[in-house]
């Protein structure tokens, strides 16, 4: 029997055959090869076509990830980032309490992974194609994502003091939903999670991650100082 994240990636499969994937998939920084796109999605590869989402590199694939890709290559979204980021709750309607509930559950599993390990997230942001902005606060480390080439993601790591644990926070370009709305955005974060944590494992330390042709797509360098958190919500700042 289908799942119910199965079902939301077969419902979306229409609409995908009848998308114009050769119009869709460039304008939305895929590549166009014969009758597939493909498109880069957090260090790996996949075939888009008519008929669905697979990895190019012949392997499985989350089907979340799946509905994430279906969706965005026939979004009609376009424009620019904003370089004005907010966590994902707060692209939302919710009341504080759901904010921080999402929030947890969101963040938790890489606070578990690398709250004591930095050298482990940097090593992952640096294999998915992750570029550091230069931060002057001490214990706080900003970086950018782009997990699709219209997504813009801003992750910032706060090392524990003597006030607070460690805190990992993930943040959307606010141009985002544009692009996605917000049940794909969140299973984006999802697979971003379980991609940041893979990538950061001790079993991949002395290899690249484990994708093939990867098309990691990073951040002009020029672009470095155009990007920054521009305020923090809450008790440290």
Known sequence: M???YEKIYAALLPKLAGCDLAQNGPRLGGALVR???IMPFLGRRYLITSGG??????????????????YYVTSSGAGDFLYDFAPLNRLTGMIDGQNSLAGGIM????IREFADNYSGFERAMRRLGGVEIPEPSSGKHVWQLRPLPKILCQIVFYDADDEFPAEIQIMFDKSAPRFLDFECLAFMTGAMVKAIIKAGGKAS????????????IRLPQEDAQAFRL???TGPRQ
Request: no cysteine; charged share 20%; hydrophobic share 35%.
């Open 205 to 216: 330390a002395d290899g690249p991650v484990s994708t093939k042709n990867n098309m990691a």
């Open 35 to 37: 009758d597939a796109v």
């Open 107 to 110: 963040n938790g599993p890489l």
């Open 230 to 232: 521009s305020s923090r």
């Open 2 to 4: 289908a799942t119910g």
């Open 53 to 70: 989402v697979e990895p190019e590199d012949g392997g499985l694939a989350d089907v979340n990830s799946k509905s994430v890709l279906a």
